[in-house]
C-alpha cells in the first residue's frame, strides 16, 4: 500500500489572520465554499477551528465517494482535518506572500495495494486536485 497525496495552493489578497479565520470557520465559511463534489455536509460539534467536528461525503467521481468524520486541529498557521472513517488527513496551510497570503491544501491517505492502488495513485491526485482548486477559488472569491 502507498501514500497517495494531492496538494494545491492559490494566491489570496487577503491577511493570513482573515485567511486563517475562514479555513477554520466550519459553521458559515466552509459550507459556502465547497464545490458541488461535497453533499452532507454538517458540524457535529464545534464549528470555530480546534475541536470543530463535521461529516461530509466527498463524491470524488460518478462512482467513488468517501463517508468524512472529520476532527479538527490547529497548530499555527496550519488547520489538519483527520478522517475517523480512514486514513485521510487535509492540512490547509496558510503563509504570508507579500500583499497576499498563499494558501496550500494537501490531503493524503494509505492506497490500495495491487493493480487498484497503482490506478489510484496515478489517477486520484489528479482529480482531488480540481476539486481543491476549485474550494482554493471558491475561498479566495469569499475573502477578496
Do not use: C
Not at 492559490?10 to 470557520?25: C, E, F, Q
Amino acid at each position: 500500500m502507498a501514500q497517495v497525496s494531492a496538494t494545491s495552493s492559490l494566491d489570496i489578497s487577503a491577511a493570513p489572520n482573515a485567511v486563517l479565520a475562514a479555513v477554520s470557520d466550519y459553521e458559515t465559511v466552509r459550507p459556502r465554499i465547497l464545490s458541488s463534489h461535497y453533499r452532507d455536509f454538517s458540524v457535529e460539534k464545534g464549528g470555530q477551528g480546534a475541536g470543530t467536528v463535521a461529516r461530509w461525503v466527498l463524491q470524488a467521481t460518478e462512482k467513488r465517494q468517501r463517508d468524512v468524520l472529520a476532527t479538527v486541529s490547529v497548530d499555527g498557521s496550519t488547520v489538519t482535518e483527520r478522517d475517523a472513517n480512514s486514513s485521510m488527513v487535509t492540512t490547509w496551510s496558510v503563509a504570508p506572500n507579500g500583499q497576499t497570503s498563499t494558501v496550500t491544501t494537501t490531503t493524503q491517505w494509505t492506497g490500495a495495494g495491487g493493480i487498484g492502488g497503482f490506478f489510484e495513485k496515478t489517477f486520484a491526485p489528479i482529480g482531488l486536485k480540481k476539486i481543491q482548486a476549485e474550494v482554493l477559488q471558491n475561498l479566495a472569491r469569499e475573502l477578496e
